[in-house]
């Protein structure tokens, strides 16, 4: 049997449990956001500036879980992945700075490479981003560089990625 004095605490519990919920619903805690994990992306890949055929690419895409995706380059050592979105309530939740990792590699004769690896430090559509992105030319000899490029949202922010691959813009 619940005690007299134990039911006001009781009460006051389920209250602000209620209270809670209603203000998550109400100020959008519990709404879910789009988050743009990736634009398209195109590349090549080349050894020693001839086409690699048959290597495994694979994009690992991290926000509020691991997302995985593999593909094979085609004769001409082409590869494609489409763009990448979510929706998730994380970006409501207070205090909250988790951030999107892009991550593109290629395994080809027992070596893997990084083609990409970047955080773009939003959940929003980067236009110097998907630029990279949709033009990749990687070439397995060359060494893994850091490259800074333009941030054409937030100029005072700029990008860089880690790679092997390059841009006709350098």
Known sequence: MLSI??????????????????????????????????????????????PVAGAQVVRTLDYDQEYREETITGENGAFHFPEKNIKS???????????????VTVNFQGEKYLLWYATPGTIHWRTGIANRLASMRCELSAPEI?????????PQFPHSTFSVCRWDNE
């Not at 039911?7 to 449990?17: M, S």
């Not at 309530?89 to 991550?103: A, G, H, M, Y």
Request: glycine share 8%.
């Open 5 to 50: 004095n134990r039911f006001p605490i009781l009460i006051g519990v389920l209250l602000v449990l209620v209270i809670s919920e209603v203000s998550a619903g109400m100020f959008g805690f519990a709404k879910k956001t789009e988050v743009h994990l990736s634009p398209e992306v195109n590349g090549i890949v080349m050894l020693n500036g001839k």
């Open 89 to 103: 309530s994380r970006p409501n939740k207070l205090l909250d700075e988790t951030r999107v990792r892009q991550i």
């Open 146 to 154: 850091e490259q800074g490029f333009e941030n054409i949202e937030k």
